[in-house]
């Protein structure tokens, strides 16, 4: 296929630009486009461009955006699929990853006036747990879950992407991981309050704030600066007590115990919205929980009475794991919500010694994935639309 018989839309990403494709006959898909030298952190975008291609690959669920570069992990869930070549020449190198395509993300149908049933909410929130309790199983921690990064398709199937800023789980808690994760209005209070060690919590706490957006359409904890999104975080659980507060640096510490103690007012979900039953403040408060040992884990919220409905409806008739027969009868599963087979691998990680070992493993792993049967994507690089897109 030629390049410039597919129509375009564009945006941009921090990664790259990403494209809409409309293929002639209607099929669609995504292609993000980026400039693999970046002047400033040329090995940092390596790196984050060869995590972003290798989680999706190792990642088999259908709640997971499925790369077609990415195909050992995929099983059950909600990954993104991306085929992906590279165009390299002497003085310039591309990188393309075409995943499918979903039409919109979360973020931007919380902000539009499409009308937003409780069915909506609990489908939308058990793929999303459904798709982390995957992750988490192969000791994957995502670190930037929001709306913006959760796929919708016109059907409401949902899949978690951009897996920039993912890790493998630390087990050594005294081995320290970095504070520079997570969009600030999703970032777990032991984050702002610069935890050396956290654990896969930090993503509950995340679903936790979309699912109060999802209720209120409004961005839960929206603050300026970390400071202030711990204020409005305490204004709303109250003030923490020290054992809350046991992974937190000393002088977040004594910055919260200096402050007048706050008493908790979590009767405030029920505002957010008239869907905001006793059930869901129930749920919405175990995973708003201040201390990351308390709060609920992804397994046990999937558990939770709230997403039952969420769950009959999604192997009804979205999931690809459940089938009906020629009857007419409905196949399910015997697993709906499945785990990893094993943790993931991270040993390449530890070979990555300079920008140039990067490229090169960057270069190998996607010609790895391209060396099957699979019909080749071709760009014709002489064509008008080419030239205008790579410019």
Not at 69 to 97: E, M
Request: glycine share 4%.
């Amino acid at each position: 296929m030629v390049i410039c018989s597919f129509t375009w839309s564009s945006r941009s990403g921090v990664w790259a630009r990403v494209w809409m494709i409309q293929r002639p006959d209607g099929l669609g898909s995504a292609l993000a486009s980026g400039d693999a030298d970046d002047q400033h952190h040329p090995a940092l975008s390596y790196y984050t461009d060869l995590q972003e291609f290798n989680v999706p690959t190792i990642v088999d669920h259908c709640s997971v955006t499925d790369s077609v570069v990415s195909r050992n992990l995929r099983n059950a869930g909600r990954i993104v699929p991306a085929y992906t070549c590279l165009r390299f020449s002497l003085t310039k190198h591309f990188r393309y990853v075409i995943t499918e395509l979903l039409q919109s993300d979360l973020h931007k149908i919380i902000v539009s006036h499409q009308p937003l049933s409780s069915d909506h909410i609990k489908v939308f929130l058990y793929q999303i747990l459904r798709g982390l309790k995957y992750l988490h199983s192969a000791r994957i921690l995502h670190r930037d879950i929001k709306p913006g990064n959760l796929l919708v398709n016109s059907n409401c199937v949902l899949k978690i992407c951009d897996f920039g800023l993912a890790r493998v789980e630390e087990p050594d808690s005294s081995k320290h991981m970095t504070q520079e994760v997570v969009t600030q209005y999703y970032r777990a209070p032991e984050i702002l309050m610069g935890a050396k060690h956290y654990t896969a919590a930090v993503d509950v706490w995340s679903v936790g704030c979309i699912f109060g957006e999802l209720l209120g359409r409004r961005i839960l904890f929206q603050a300026q600066n970390p400071v202030q999104q711990l204020e409005l975080i305490t204004e709303l659980l109250g003030t923490p007590s020290l054992d809350d507060m046991k992974y937190a640096c000393e002088g977040a510490k004594t910055h919260m115990l200096r402050r007048a103690p706050k008493p908790p007012s979590l009767s405030a979900f029920y505002t957010l919205s008239s869907q905001a039953t006793h059930e869901v403040v129930h749920l919405l408060c175990q995973m708003l929980v201040f201390d990351p040992d308390k709060r609920i884990s992804v397994i046990d919220a999937l558990a939770h009475p709230y997403l039952d409905e969420g769950r009959l409806r999604y192997h009804s008739c979205m999931c690809k794991c459940c089938y009906t027969t020629a009857s007419g009868m409905r196949q399910y599963t015997s697993e709906f919500e499945t785990t990893a087979p094993q943790a993931f691998d991270d040993h390449w990680e530890k070979k990555l010694t300079s920008v140039q070992h990067v490229k090169e493993e960057m270069h190998k792993f996607i010609a790895e994935q391209l060396n099957t049967s699979r019909v080749p994507l071709c760009i014709n690089p002489q064509s008008a639309a080419f030239k205008s897109f790579a410019r």
